[in-house]
T-cell receptor
């Protein structure tokens, strides 16, 4: 199906484990983004990418790693999960940096 | 410090009446503003945008007003419908980095 998808939709893990959240878009959008949504904070940008092999930090990048070897994929890795990383994670894409973003359905991550 | 603020966490409105959602920002360099709507267990979806060179943009039942001197924007929904019940996020574009800064959201409930 066309669009932007995220997997898994739900994930429970333990402190210290490595977790990778996947994001895939079929529009060939140049820009891709990772946000986390927490109560009282709205959506906060973790990392973004302007094109394949180009990534940059957002507002809250600590504890996260991203890569973008292909235009359509933008995985987010938590190298050693902590309880403070319990959140809902949204991936988004856009044609350019100043266009509206299209969001995936989100991944709810719980770190025990 | 929150650069984009939505000071009303929730709002209830009768069906058919006007809903007014407010958003304040602190950075005068913000150049482009968007509103997103979010239903539970889904990603945000783009609703309407406004450039800083305009003071009003209309799309059907949705109108966004921008007051640059007050650093304030508002979203008007007329007439409100029960299907409009959702969380609404405003976002401002930081032009030099192409990063969007989101507000914390306002939960709108339209009562039938």
């Amino acid at each position: 199906d066309a669009g932007i998808t995220q997997s898994p939709r739900y994930k429970i893990t333990e402190t210290g484990r490595q977790v990778t959240l996947m994001c895939h878009q079929t529009w060939s959008h140049s820009y891709m983004f990772w946000y986390r949504q927490d109560l009282g904070h709205g959506l906060r940008l973790i990392y973004y990418s302007a094109a394949a092999d180009i990534t940059d930090k957002g507002e809250v990048p600590d504890g996260y790693v991203v890569s973008r070897s292909k235009t359509e994929n933008f995985p987010l890795t938590l190298e050693s999960a902590t309880r403070s990383q319990t959140s809902v994670y949204f991936c988004a894409s856009s044609v350019s940096g100043n266009n509206e973003q299209f969001f995936g359905p989100g991944t709810r991550l719980t770190v025990l | 410090d929150q650069q984009v603020k939505q000071n009303s966490p929730s709002l209830s409105v009768q069906e058919g009446r006007i809903s007014i959602l407010n958003c304040d920002y602190t950075n005068s360099m913000f150049d482009y503003f968007l509103w997103y709507k979010k239903y539970p267990a889904e990603g945000p979806t783009f609703l309407i945008s406004i450039s800083s060179i305009k003071d009003k943009n209309e799309d059907g039942r949705f109108t966004v007003f921008l007051n640059k001197s007050a650093k304030h924007l508002s979203l008007h929904i007329v007439p409100s419908q029960p299907g409009d019940s959702a969380v609404y996020f405003c976002a401002a574009l930081e032009m030099e980095t192409y990063k969007y800064i989101f507000g914390t959201g306002t939960r709108l409930k339209v009562l039938a």
